[in-house]
């Protein structure tokens, strides 16, 4: 199974070589690790000890960012190495303030020696996923500290399969995980792994604190004036084709559309979607903002507005559920917006959650879309559920905290 691993690693970088020749994220992926040893020989003092997060991109950046910002607050003296495996994540997080910022080299043996000699970690904290063989290998061949935070795993995954032996030595290098759910914990015990605790997930108290005082964005207030607004975050396509039935139905109402990705042709087609009242934020912002009387819907082309658009919002549309899954339904819940999303969000707990408590609603169709729209405009409560369930969910970033430093670490 470890030929096969291995294998399969050389294809995966081989095929994104390949793509790397028409597609720009793979391009930055091959790109971005070209110099990376030169990068952290610069930047990082091997004879330092160092704090090393990963990421697999940026919405687990955003989940772990919470306890990265305690132990730094708590330890300000401590250098913290931060790694991303994708692009999404590297390219907006490169020039955190609190860290030294890298992507990952590809998973090999030599890498994973390179890499961890080059960082000289005393504890590493990969969140939610991302299971590497050589580079947790040689974090326990080493005796450094391994956490896993805001962990969640399923039954479907290899881990738990007759086939998954491989799999499973992988997690036997884990020093602790801190887990989401009772079925997580259930499952690591199942193949004899009780380092685990169920803490639940980071993300609630980093929502938490972005809507306990987020950023003012004063252009936004002055488009929305004192309309009610749908805030559409992290859209795709087929999220869009649906959406656009709306602003001709609710002429009152003003729309919000801050799409995924923010490349041109994304862009254009949106326009041609909302060919009526919609505007770019860059247009908007560089113009004459009397525009906003004759605009009813806000095109977002930019990356970083999204987690202080939500303030401004009476209900939240969340993308990405009529593709591989929704994206982030929490930011929006913390400002007491009730969410809606397409079908495919059995992955995502905090999405069945809200649902159950009356403060989402899962749509397949722009009937479902408006009949899930009016549902919230006249449901004053669910703005109260959404609210009050994000509240009562944080502290996980405190009990891990208080345990992994408990023997005087870091």
Same mark, same amino acid.
């Given at each position: 199974?470890?030929?096969?691993?291995?294998?399969? !690693?050389?294809?995966?970088?081989?095929?994104?070589?390949?793509?790397?020749l028409f597609n720009p994220k793979a391009k930055l992926f091959i790109n971005g690790r070209k110099n990376s040893y030169t990068q952290i020989a610069q930047k990082i003092n091997p004879g330092e000890k160092h704090i090393w997060f990963h990421f697999a991109s940026l919405g687990e950046f955003e989940q772990g960012r919470p306890v990265l910002e305690k132990l730094k607050t708590l330890y300000p003296a401590k250098k913290i190495v931060v790694t991303f495996f994708s692009p999404s994540g590297y390219e907006i997080r490169k020039n955190y303030a609190l860290a030294d910022v890298f992507y990952l080299p590809i998973d090999t043996a030599a890498n994973a020696k390179r890499f961890i000699a @080059?960082?000289?970690?005393?504890?590493?904290?990969?969140?939610?996923?991302?299971? $590497?063989?050589?580079?947790?290998?040689?974090?326990?061949?080493? @005796?450094? /500290?391994?956490?896993?935070?805001?962990?969640?795993?399923?039954?479907?995954?290899?881990?738990?399969? $007759?086939?998954?032996?491989?799999? +499973?030595? =992988?997690?036997?290098?884990?020093?602790?995980?801190?887990?989401?759910?009772?079925?997580?914990? %259930?499952?690591?015990?199942? !193949?004899?792994?009780?380092?685990?605790? =169920? %803490?639940?997930?980071?993300?609630?108290?980093?929502?938490?604190?972005?809507?306990?005082?987020?950023?003012?964005?004063?252009?936004?207030?002055?488009?929305? @004036?004192? &309309?009610?607004?749908?805030?559409?975050?992290?859209? $795709?396509?087929?999220?869009?084709?649906?959406?656009? *039935?709306? /602003?001709?139905?609710?002429?009152? $109402?003003?729309?919000?559309?801050? /799409?995924?990705?923010?490349?041109?042709?994304?862009?254009?087609?949106?326009?041609?979607?909302?060919?009526?009242?919609?505007? +770019?934020?860059?247009?908007? &912002?560089?113009?004459?903002?009397?525009? %906003? *009387?004759?605009?009813?819907?806000?095109?977002?082309?930019?990356?970083? #507005?999204?987690?202080?658009?939500?303030?401004?919002?009476?209900?939240?549309? =969340?993308?990405?559920?009529?593709?591989?899954?929704?994206?982030?339904?929490?930011?929006?819940?913390?400002?007491?917006?009730?969410?809606?999303? @397409?079908?495919?969000?059995?992955?995502?707990?905090?999405?069945?959650?809200?649902?159950?408590?009356?403060?989402?609603?899962?749509?397949?169709?722009?009937?479902?879309?408006?009949?899930?729209?009016?549902?919230?405009?006249?449901?004053? %409560?669910?703005?109260?559920?959404?609210?009050?369930?994000?509240?009562?969910?944080?502290?996980?970033?405190?009990?891990? !905290?208080? #345990? !992994?430093?408990?023997?005087?670490?870091?």
């Open positions: 199974m470890l030929l096969l691993y291995i294998i399969g !690693i050389r294809l995966y970088t081989l095929l994104i070589r390949i793509f790397s @080059g960082i000289n970690p005393e504890m590493a904290i990969f969140t939610k996923y991302e299971f $590497w063989h050589f580079y947790f290998k040689e974090l326990k061949d080493q @005796g450094i /500290p391994l956490y896993v935070i805001s962990g969640i795993f399923r039954e479907s995954q290899a881990f738990f399969k $007759w086939y998954g032996g491989f799999y +499973r030595n =992988i997690l036997k290098s884990v020093t602790y995980f801190f887990v989401q759910n009772e079925e997580s914990e %259930n499952l690591l015990k199942s !193949i004899g792994l009780n380092n685990v605790t =169920i %803490n639940g997930d980071t993300r609630f108290d980093r929502v938490y604190e972005n809507a306990q005082s987020p950023k003012q964005l004063s252009l936004i207030e002055s488009f929305i @004036g004192s &309309s009610p607004t749908l805030i559409c975050g992290s859209t $795709w396509p087929e999220d869009e084709k649906i959406l656009s *039935a709306l /602003p001709e139905k609710y002429p009152s $109402w003003k729309f919000i559309i801050a /799409p995924h990705e923010i490349h041109e042709s994304h862009i254009e087609s949106i326009e041609k979607q909302f060919p009526v009242g919609s505007l +770019r934020f860059s247009v908007f &912002s560089s113009a004459d903002q009397t525009l %906003n *009387a004759e605009h009813q819907t806000l095109i977002i082309d930019n990356i970083g #507005m999204l987690s202080s658009l939500y303030q401004y919002g009476k209900v939240a549309y =969340i993308g990405g559920g009529f593709g591989t899954g929704i994206h982030n339904t929490l930011e929006a819940a913390a400002f007491g917006l009730p969410v809606i999303f @397409g079908p495919k969000y059995d992955k995502f707990q905090e999405a069945k959650d809200l649902i159950a408590i009356g403060a989402a609603k899962s749509i397949s169709s722009t009937e479902d879309l408006i009949n899930a729209f009016e549902g919230f405009v006249e449901n004053k %409560n669910a703005a109260n559920q959404a609210k009050r369930y994000v509240a009562d969910k944080k502290g996980a970033t405190d009990q891990i !905290i208080s #345990m !992994i430093t408990k023997s005087d670490r870091p």
